[in-house]
């Protein structure tokens, strides 16, 4: 009470001070003070808490409470506290003044756009310095770059725009608005110079003030006291229980706490929770100390219990209100240095001058300094300022930056401990900083940032092994958060390392040889950590950690890469840096306890000195980065030719080629063995090691590293001794140098030898990539782009892939680059992709030759499928299968003897082993991938052989002589014959016929080498000729055997096909009669039909037989209708007494036809639904999938389903695709959704022809005496057997109309039963009530469902051009026709005064009856809908009538006739006079006079409410256009109501639709001729209509006009391009949190409405349950269903009811033809019309709801989404 009473005093207060106080006169008092810290501080003293946090609505983070006090306290603000200083800054008044500024400033060419969340930023692909260098949109449209290639992405907010900074950007750095003007002059003076010097000074003053007490305030850490000078004159007992933010504690827990502790409701408790997300911190109790020490302790106790407390502090109230005022006076710093450059820069200046404490004690600095203890408010408002002012400075950017390298350890150790999103933290401008080269490379020279980034890191994982190695084993959840935020440092280090520099100074080679020192000291740190020990006997009990240390891999790959490339571009550094990582390299290797048993190897006649070691029985690592490092840099010496030019500065004799080689090998033998199952027991934390170790995302610095390691040592190294040392390890010596060995082991254990055939391909494979893999600059004599070429080459062998896929296959650098646009379109053809599917690039054919099937990056699933691809298209082109390795490109001088590895005797030793094991079948001896490994070096060998013949020449100076050595016969201790002739023996082994081509491509080879060497020496011609000869004969006999194959298949095929032809003819024959009968049958059915047509072409109206309405009607009714079960399988003619058959059926509401999205669903109980609306807001749409089963057997499979539902455990009951207690199941044969079934009724029957055909004005007669007949029964009904006080004249009822009688039920009792469950299913899903038979709504809502879909299917047919008839698929035409045959049958069900009551008001809208009390205007239905209503309805009349004179026929056709007038009528009242008066077309007169006359008739009745319209042909064009759609229905609804054949004209889309379609519905094709015809009858009931209030009313715009025709409806119209949409969203604030930038803006498809999704903040009450924004929002504007686009993710999301959705492919696609849902990839998006199109099908078709049934169903995960909740 005391609080509300100082609250309203403190206002009535202000309010007098408000029209007392004068800025300018505080000002002018102020300039003259001789302290003017004092006076400022006196005058906040005294206002800030009278106007800031007064009463329980204040203290927030920013602001708080209602929208109407924060505007009192921001107005309060500018005049009491900012007014003055503005004054005292300009000395006039304020809004002149600093426009004036404005003007004479000169702006700086940087954009500075700071970025919203979600904003769309740009980077050029081909311009940007890096990746981080990106434009605002605005600035991008203006600039060189959108012709180029960009990446787009959205922002996560924070970041500013770089444009106009040059050094962000190769060329192009300025758009249209930024680029400096020429007249500019030196664009570096200073900007301050350019202000009055008076200004200068008072602008100083106020900044040092203001900046200091703003700085003051949010270091603040006393919540009862204030700085110096502040305190206020009068101190009340005030204070705020304030709730800070922290991202440990979860909303919900947030909530509840509040809940208790301070006593608020959940909705008042969500809003807190909201509140201090977005701000950081929040009040939420104001009161005297003890009051909100009471809460705080509650939150404290109640959040403590599993992690550490939330944190809350009591503040004194002024306190809190000079916080407040802190961040408004930032934030108007911010808006006032916009004005000029001169204030920005004075501003700098005040913010880094040193203070009292010397140089580290500046301002800025103490606010870097506190950061980690200030809330997320005021930390975005402090960075905004920082941003706005000192990075727009390139002066004092570099200040800044310098001051921020000095404190950079401290800011990260803050960081680290503190649990604020890195993009709250100071910490996060260091990508401002860093990514600017000139800037990194200052501070790398002056501050060693190089050196004290990694140091840092380095320090803070202080959890190592004995060796000094880390050790992530046993991490705690702290240490392991720890982690995750130390890897912010790694992206820092990439900042300074992203662009290598072209030149080098003295200082910073040495800077950076320091810096790579510490990098070299945490590779060290790397070296060897988790290594593994192979399991033998048991399996492993716990899965070891092993995800940190390769996630520190993958952080460090690119940085690895990026200190690679700084090497390269200098050669000092190189050399120097090659050294460093050699020592280090060899510090490692003293620590391995390796060289204790030394042993000698043997083989081929070569020895060689190792030691022991088993990577089976040892420890052993997948982690080498000194290793690999040293690799690399080895590959650049050959690749920069340092090695060539300065042999003498490197210390190549320190190194020892087997210590190279022996970790590298280690680590590929381990992946050999894992590939062998010897591993098995050491669990899935291996295997996983193994797939990254070949990933993509690591492979570059790891496997390929080893891969060119091993390459090293072996180039430096005696071949043979190389070979040796990797049999060693690959623990396969003993095979290959004992013949028996082997046999012992083959007979030993079967196990062994297979784990052995495998570890040998490996090998094999292992030797194929040593010398073959050459496709790496320095390695082999290639480009860059060559490497990219192969691999998309390989990529694009296995399969066609979309650019997405090979982009991901790619290994990317450190600008997220992978080379492949320049190349991709070289090797490779698009196909574009379709209405589904995704865009894929086809190798070239002429690119096939470079396939290499052991490609080192292939799988071994990727490597079968290249091979299986390959032979298939080898046998398409008709050649033969072999895939020899195509020619490599020749190796650098550095590893030019890696060559001799193929010729050399052990490899000749290990091919004839192998050779000699294939001669005999294979088992389990050999296997095939080893004989074709085997081959491929062979092939690799002749390949090198003929490359030197052919480049050098003369013979003497091969070297290389392969096809020489394997002539000769093997050696000891396996004497074979040589591995020619082995060859020559194995080529026709009938074991062998898959390598059979391979094998004669090899001994083709020999032959032509041999040639090439004999021609060049032009000696003995004989021998050449003789092998010649040979290899003729070979190659002759090859021919003939291919030749003969190939014949003997053409004639096999020949006689099976006459086979085949002999017994078609057989069949023929033999049933010749049934072929004949069939014949005539149809001849006599065309005969009749022509017969039939030519008989009644004599009528009134139309020329064609073919009538579907009236007495002259042609039914189809006598062919009887046989269907199927699909649950028995017993087929059944459809009959009214036999057994149900059903129709599964999906029933559901709809708005797809809604003309009014406004109008609210209405209220179920009270809702009478017999006249529908125009505007068709609401309908219920029934959709089928045309599968029929008998109704017990429907009921049983039901049944079944829900069983099956009760029984599923409580625990898994997600949300199912289906909803049983709603009545859903899944069709049991297409597992289409469905909610109920549709029994199938037989046709009508044909008309009688003997009853009479009254004319209209009879037919009114005889009607309006039923209707009298039964308004007196329906009486006498009423009032029972009550004696009347006087007897009333009753009317007399027609002949034979007898209203007592009760006309017999038509159908089974199965049937009955089912005709209810249909029409209370429909009732339940309309009305969205319990299901009651009794309810007289339940017929009227069965021919609701009849009437709409018939609606919506005509719309769908109008909207796709197609046929009236004949185009509908089978499912839409059997649902149709189903639904109404039982909307005609479904009387029968209900009591029939119910549909006689429901026929009275019906007939009456149209017939006026004096009995009938308010019946609707005649604007206010819609018409086919009464059509439906009145002629379903009209048959339980009919029933009544006994006569048979009377036909149900010509009643249908009057009923018609009126309603057709009647829309005419409609059509004119609401047609647009608006319409442009075009020049007539001649002829049609006589409907044009009509018309006129009608139109007259009704200005008659209405007057002035009807505009004056004089062309007849415009009006007839209105009646037209307006009519068809209401004909085109009738035609449909009467066609599957009498089963009427339809005419020719209807079944094609063409002109001559109107006069059939009215010949089709026994009307006039000049519909005028109705009215003209009827005059006398008509004139009464249209001036009937005309003078009901109603029309009038509506007329002059006191209703809905809906006009004729209807426009279909569209889903909204997206723009063409992605980012738009996306700039839109990022404007969007959420609507209920004091614009706060919505996280999930989601746009609805529909309507167009942009809503905040998947948030607390927008959560509403649906049905009492919360649901999201999306999910509330289907309610009101789609009946519970809805599509939306997520705008953030680029992803369709469609959600049904409250529990269903999914989420769908959007129709914004890439160049490549591929959608990106959750803009990972950042390509340009461009909107796919046809995409959208078909997702607009979706819609009108009333498929979302089956789209999402069958994605749940396809998409069983155990983790639900809560689709309520977005």
């Known amino acids: 009470m005391a609080a509300a009473q100082l609250d309203r005093e403190t206002q009535s207060s202000l309010c007098a001070e408000f029209l007392n106080f004068s800025a300018k006169d505080t000002a002018a008092r102020w300039l003259e003070a001789s302290d003017l810290q004092q006076e400022v501080y006196q005058h906040l003293a005294a206002y800030v808490p009278r106007i800031l946090c007064v009463g329980p609505g204040g203290g927030g983070g920013g602001g708080g409470g209602g929208s109407r006090e924060e505007q009192r306290e921001e107005l309060a603000c500018q005049l009491l506290l900012l007014a003055p200083l503005e004054w005292l800054l300009l000395g006039e008044e304020p809004a002149p003044g600093l426009a004036l500024l404005q003007e004479s400033n000169q702006p700086s060419p940087l954009c500075g756009h700071v970025f919203k969340v979600g904003e769309p930023t740009y980077s050029c692909r081909e311009c940007a310095a890096d990746p981080t260098c990106v434009l605002c949109m605005q600035c991008f449209l203006g600039s060189a770059h959108k012709e180029h290639r960009y990446r787009m992405t959205t922002s996560g907010g924070g970041g500013f725009c770089d444009c106009g900074d040059a050094e962000a950007w190769k060329k192009s750095p300025y758009c249209q608005k930024h680029t400096p003007a020429a007249s500019r002059g030196d664009s570096e003076a200073d900007p301050v110079s350019q202000l009055p010097a008076d200004l200068v000074g008072r602008a100083y003053s106020i900044f040092s003030i203001m900046l200091k007490y703003c700085v003051d305030l949010l270091t603040w850490d006393q919540p009862d006291q204030l700085p110096a000078g502040l305190e206020p004159p009068d101190r009340a007992d005030t204070y705020y229980c304030m709730l800070f933010n922290d991202e440990v504690h979860t909303y919900e827990q947030v909530i509840y706490t509040l809940q208790k502790a301070v006593n608020c409701s959940q909705k008042e408790a969500v809003s807190f929770a909201t509140t201090v997300d977005r701000d950081g911190r929040k009040s939420v109790r104001f009161g005297d100390f003890q009051f909100c020490e009471q809460a705080k302790s509650i939150i404290v106790r109640n959040t403590s219990r599993q992690s550490k407390p939330l944190r809350v502090e009591v503040m004194h109230s002024s306190v809190v209100a000079h916080q407040c005022f802190a961040l408004k006076a930032l934030s108007w710093l911010a808006q006032i240095i916009q004005y000029s450059d001169g204030l920005r820069r004075i501003l700098c200046q005040v913010g880094l001058e040193a203070g009292p404490e010397g140089d580290d004690s500046s301002l800025v600095n103490r606010l870097m300094i506190n950061d980690s203890k200030m809330w997320k408010g005021a930390r975005n408002i402090y960075h905004q300022l920082l941003m706005n002012s000192l990075l727009m400075d390139l002066r004092y950017k570099q200040m800044f930056a310098v001051q921020f390298a000095k404190n950079y350890q401290r800011l990260q150790s803050d960081y680290v401990r503190d649990d604020h999103d890195r993009e709250f933290s100071i910490t996060d401008l260091s990508v401002q900083i860093f990514t600017v080269p000139s800037l990194a490379r200052m501070l790398m020279v002056q501050e060693d940032l190089m050196k004290t980034i990694i140091r840092t890191f380095v320090d803070h994982l202080r959890h190592r092994d004995l060796q000094g190695r880390f050790q992530f084993d046993r991490y705690t959840a702290q240490q392991a958060f720890k982690f995750g935020r130390v890897q912010s440092l790694i992206g820092d280090l990439k900042y300074i390392l992203i662009s290598r520099p072209s030149e080098w100074s003295d200082q910073l080679r040495l800077k950076f040889l320091d810096g790579l020192d510490a990098f070299l000291e945490l590779l060290k740190c790397m070296q060897g950590m988790d290594p593994v020990v192979r399991q033998v006997g048991q399996h492993i009990e716990m899965e070891p950690e092993w995800e940190a240390a390769f996630t520190l891999q993958m952080k460090l790959t690119h940085i690895i890469s990026m200190v690679q490339d700084?090497?390269?571009?200098?050669?000092?550094?190189?050399?120097?840096?090659?050294?460093?990582?050699?020592?280090?390299?060899?510090?490692?290797?003293?620590?391995?306890?390796?060289?204790?048993?030394?042993?000698?190897?043997?083989?081929?006649?070569?020895?060689?000195?190792?030691?022991?070691?088993?990577?089976?029985?040892?420890?052993?690592?997948?982690?080498?980065?000194?290793?690999?490092?040293?690799?690399?840099?080895?590959?650049?010496?050959?690749?920069?030719?340092?090695?060539?030019?300065?042999?003498?500065?490197?210390?190549?004799?320190?190194?020892?080629?087997?210590?190279?080689?022996?970790?590298?090998?280690?680590?590929?033998?381990?992946?050999?063995?894992?590939?062998?199952?010897?591993?098995?027991?050491?669990?899935?934390?291996?295997?996983?090691?193994?797939?990254?170790?070949?990933?993509?995302?690591?492979?570059?610095?790891?496997?390929?590293?080893?891969?060119?390691?091993?390459?090293?040592?072996?180039?430096?190294?005696?071949?043979?001794?190389?070979?040796?040392?990797?049999?060693?390890?690959?623990?396969?010596?003993?095979?290959?140098?004992?013949?028996?060995?082997?046999?012992?082991?083959?007979?030993?254990?079967?196990?062994?030898?297979?784990?052995?055939?495998?570890?040998?391909?490996?090998?094999?494979?292992?030797?194929?990539?040593?010398?073959?893999?050459?496709?790496?600059?320095?390695?082999?004599?290639?480009?860059?782009?060559?490497?990219?070429?192969?691999?998309?080459i390989h990529q694009l062998s296995i399969r066609p892939m979309a650019h997405s896929e090979l982009v991901k296959a790619l290994p990317e650098n450190g600008n997220k680059e992978t080379g492949l646009e320049p190349v991709i379109d070289s090797v490779a053809s698009f196909r574009k992709p379709g209405v589904t599917g995704r865009g894929l690039y086809e190798l070239r054919p002429e690119w096939n030759r470079h396939f290499n099937l052991y490609f080192h990056h292939y799988s071994r699933a990727d490597q079968s499928k290249a091979e299986e691809a390959q032979r298939k298209l080898r046998r398409q082109n008709g050649e033969d299968t072999a895939l020899p390795p195509p020619i490599p490109p020749s190796l650098s001088p550095l590893f030019g003897s890696l060559i001799n590895l193929l010729q050399c005797d052990v490899l000749l030793a290990v091919e004839g082993a192998v050779l000699q094991w294939a001669m005999e079948p294979s088992g389990g001896g050999w296997t095939e991938s080893m004989l074709q490994r085997v081959?491929?070096?062979?092939?690799?060998?002749?390949?090198?052989?003929?490359?030197?013949?052919?480049?050098?020449?003369?013979?003497?100076?091969?070297?290389?002589?392969?096809?020489?050595?394997?002539?000769?016969?093997?050696?000891?201790?396996?004497?074979?014959?040589?591995?020619?002739?082995?060859?020559?023996?194995?080529?026709?082994?009938?074991?062998?016929?898959?390598?059979?081509?391979?094998?004669?491509?090899?001994?083709?080879?020999?032959?032509?080498?041999?040639?090439?060497?004999?021609?060049?020496?032009?000696?003995?011609?004989?021998?050449?000729?003789?092998?010649?000869?040979?290899?003729?004969?070979?190659?002759?006999?090859?021919?003939?055997?291919?030749?003969?194959?190939?014949?003997?298949?053409?004639?096999?095929?020949?006689?099976?096909?006459?086979?085949?032809?002999?017994?078609?003819?057989?069949?023929?024959?033999?049933?010749?009669?049934?072929?004949?009968?069939?014949?005539?049958?149809?001849?006599?059915?065309?005969?009749?039909?022509?017969?039939?047509?030519?008989?009644?072409?004599?009528?009134?109206?139309?020329?064609?037989?073919?009538?579907?309405?009236?007495?002259?009607?042609?039914?189809?009714?006598?062919?009887?209708?046989?269907?199927?079960?699909?649950?028995?399988?017993?087929?059944?003619?459809?009959?009214?007494?036999?057994?149900?058959?059903?129709?599964?059926?999906?029933?559901?509401?709809?708005?797809?036809?809604?003309?009014?999205?406004?109008?609210?669903?209405?209220?179920?109980?009270?809702?009478?639904?017999?006249?529908?609306?125009?505007?068709?807001?609401?309908?219920?749409?029934?959709?089928?999938?045309?599968?029929?089963?008998?109704?017990?057997?429907?009921?049983?499979?039901f049944e079944a389903v829900q069983l099956k539902e009760r029984r599923r455990q409580q625990r898994l009951r997600g949300h199912n695709s289906y909803d049983v207690y709603n009545g859903e199941f899944l069709c049991p044969l297409c597992e289409c959704l469905s909610n109920t079934v549709i029994p199938l009724l037989p046709h009508t029957h044909c008309p009688d022809r003997s009853v009479e055909h009254p004319t209209l004005e009879a037919w009114l007669e005889s009607t309006s005496q039923q209707v009298a007949a039964l308004h007196s029964s329906h009486r006498k009904q009423c009032e029972g057997a009550a004696e009347e006080a006087e007897p009333r004249a009753e009317p007399e009822p027609p002949e034979g109309f007898m209203v007592d009688f009760t006309p017999q039920n038509p159908f089974s009792s199965s049937i009955k039963e089912m005709v209810t469950t249909f029409s209370t299913s429909t009732y339940k899903v309309g009305l969205k009530l319990l299901p009651n038979e009794q309810d007289a709504r339940v017929p009227v809502l069965v021919w609701a469902t009849c009437a709409y879909t018939i609606q919506t299917i005509e719309r769908l047919l109008v909207d796709e051009e197609k046929p009236l008839f004949g185009s509908l698929p089978c499912r839409q035409n059997d649902c149709l026709s189903s639904l109404t045959r039982f909307s005609s049958a479904c009387w029968t069900a209900v009591p029939v005064t119910t549909t006689h009551t429901h026929f009275i008001k019906l007939l009456a809208a149209l017939v006026p009856d004096s009995q009938v009390e308010e019946s609707p205007c005649i604007l206010d239905v819609d018409m086919f809908h009464l059509l439906v209503y009145a002629v379903l309805s009209y048959s339980s009349v009919h029933s009544l009538d006994q006569t048979g004179r009377r036909g149900i026929d010509s009643t249908h056709l009057h009923l018609l006739h009126l309603v057709t007038v009647a829309h005419l009528v409609q059509v004119l009242l609401s047609s647009t006079s608006a319409e442009v008066c075009m020049e007539q077309d001649g002829g049609g007169c006589g409907e044009e006079e009509l018309s006129c006359q009608l139109y007259c008739t009704l200005r008659k009745h209405l007057g002035s409410a009807l505009p004056e319209v004089t062309s007849g042909w415009q009006l007839q064009r209105c009646i037209r256009s307006g009519v068809l759609p209401f004909l085109r229905c009738a035609a449909l609804f009467f066609h599957y109501l009498n089963s009427s054949a339809p005419p020719a004209d209807l079944l094609v889309a063409g002109p001559a639709?109107?006069?059939?379609?009215?010949?089709?519905?026994?009307?006039?094709?000049?519909?005028?001729?109705?009215?003209?015809?009827?005059?006398?009858?008509?004139?009464?009931?249209?001036?009937?209509?005309?003078?009901?209030?109603?029309?009038?009313?509506?007329?002059?715009?006191?209703?809905?006009?809906?006009?004729?025709?209807?426009?279909?409806?569209?889903?909204?119209?997206?723009?063409?391009?992605?980012?738009?949409?996306?700039?839109?969203?990022?404007?969007?604030?959420?609507?209920?949190?004091?614009?706060?930038?919505?996280?999930?803006?989601?746009?609805?498809?529909?309507?167009?409405?942009?809503?905040?999704?998947?948030?607390?903040?927008?959560?509403?009450?649906?049905?009492?349950?919360?649901?999201?924004?999306?999910?509330?929002?289907?309610?009101?504007?789609?009946?519970?269903?809805?599509?939306?686009?997520?705008?953030?993710?680029?992803?369709?999301?469609?959600?049904a009811g409250k529990t269903k959705g999914c989420f769908y492919p959007p129709p914004y696609l890439d160049d490549y033809g591929e959608t990106d849902q959750g803009l990972k990839r950042g390509n340009p998006l461009h909107l796919c019309v046809q995409r959208y199109q078909k997702i607009e099908r979706l819609w009108r078709q009333h498929g979302i709801a089956e789209v999402i049934g069958h994605a749940q169903e396809a998409n069983q995960t155990l983790v639900a989404i809560d689709w309520q909740h977005l």
């Open 935 to 1197: 081959l491929h070096l062979v092939a690799m060998a002749l390949l090198e052989e003929q490359q030197q013949l052919e480049n050098i020449g003369a013979s003497e100076d091969v070297t290389f002589s392969y096809s020489f050595k394997i002539s000769r016969p093997g050696e000891a201790p396996s004497p074979t014959g040589s591995v020619l002739a082995l060859l020559e023996s194995l080529q026709n082994a009938p074991h062998l016929e898959v390598h059979k081509d391979m094998i004669s491509w090899i001994l083709k080879m020999v032959v032509k080498i041999r040639t090439t060497r004999e021609r060049t020496t032009s000696s003995s011609a004989v021998s050449v000729s003789q092998a010649q000869g040979a290899e003729e004969t070979v190659r002759d006999k090859d021919k003939a055997e291919r030749k003969r194959k190939a014949e003997m298949a053409r004639l096999r095929r020949e006689k099976i096909m006459a086979q085949m032809s002999e017994m078609q003819k057989h069949f023929i024959n033999e049933n010749k009669e049934l072929f004949q009968q069939s014949l005539e049958e149809l001849e006599a059915s065309t005969s009749t039909a022509t017969a039939t047509s030519d008989d009644s072409s004599s009528s009134e109206f139309t020329c064609t037989s073919q009538v579907c309405v009236g007495p002259r009607r042609v039914g189809g009714a006598d062919s009887r209708q046989l269907v199927t079960c699909i649950l028995c399988q017993e087929e059944q003619e459809v009959r009214g007494h036999g057994r149900a058959m059903v129709l599964a059926a999906f029933v559901q509401r709809s708005t797809v036809l809604s003309k009014n999205r406004r109008r609210g669903l209405p209220d179920p109980e009270h809702y009478n639904p017999l006249f529908m609306h125009p505007e068709l807001s609401l309908g219920i749409h029934t959709a089928s999938c045309g599968h029929i089963m008998h109704a017990s057997c429907w009921q049983r499979y």
């Open 1553 to 1695: 639709q109107w006069e059939a379609l009215c010949s089709y519905l026994s009307l006039p094709s000049n519909l005028l001729q109705l009215y003209q015809s009827q005059h006398t009858v008509l004139e009464p009931l249209i001036h009937r209509w005309c003078s009901h209030p109603g029309v009038r009313q509506v007329l002059q715009g006191g209703g809905a006009l809906v006009r004729f025709p209807r426009e279909s409806n569209r889903l909204i119209e997206l723009p063409e391009d992605y980012s738009v949409l996306i700039n839109q969203a990022s404007s969007f604030t959420c609507p209920r949190s004091g614009g706060d930038k919505s996280r999930a803006p989601t746009l609805c498809l529909v309507c167009g409405s942009l809503l905040c999704s998947q948030s607390y903040c927008c959560q509403t009450e649906v049905e009492g349950e919360d649901v999201g924004a999306c999910t509330a929002h289907t309610f009101t504007c789609g009946a519970g269903l809805g599509l939306f686009l997520r705008v953030r993710e680029s992803q369709v999301l469609f959600v």
């Open 566 to 792: 700084w090497c390269c571009s200098d050669e000092r550094v190189l050399i120097e840096a090659y050294r460093k990582c050699l020592s280090a390299l060899s510090q490692c290797h003293g620590g391995l306890p390796d060289g204790e048993q030394p042993i000698s190897l043997g083989l081929a006649g070569h020895s060689v000195d190792t030691f022991r070691y088993q990577v089976s029985q040892d420890k052993v690592s997948i982690h080498l980065p000194v290793c690999r490092l040293l690799a690399g840099l080895h590959v650049l010496l050959s690749r920069t030719e340092v090695a060539s030019r300065f042999p003498e500065q490197l210390p190549l004799g320190e190194l020892s080629p087997p210590l190279l080689i022996e970790l590298p090998l280690r680590c590929l033998v381990l992946c050999a063995q894992v590939h062998a199952g010897m591993w098995r027991r050491n669990g899935f934390s291996l295997i996983n090691q193994i797939y990254y170790y070949h990933n993509v995302k690591c492979r570059v610095e790891m496997f390929d590293k080893d891969v060119s390691m091993l390459q090293v040592g072996a180039s430096m190294m005696d071949p043979n001794h190389f070979l040796m040392i990797v049999l060693s390890r690959f623990e396969l010596f003993h095979i290959f140098s004992s013949a028996d060995c082997r046999k012992r082991y083959r007979e030993a254990n079967k196990d062994l030898a297979q784990q052995n055939n495998t570890l040998i391909e490996e090998m094999l494979h292992l030797i194929i990539m040593v010398v073959g893999e050459r496709y790496l600059p320095g390695v082999g004599q290639v480009e860059p782009c060559d490497e990219v070429r192969r691999e998309i």
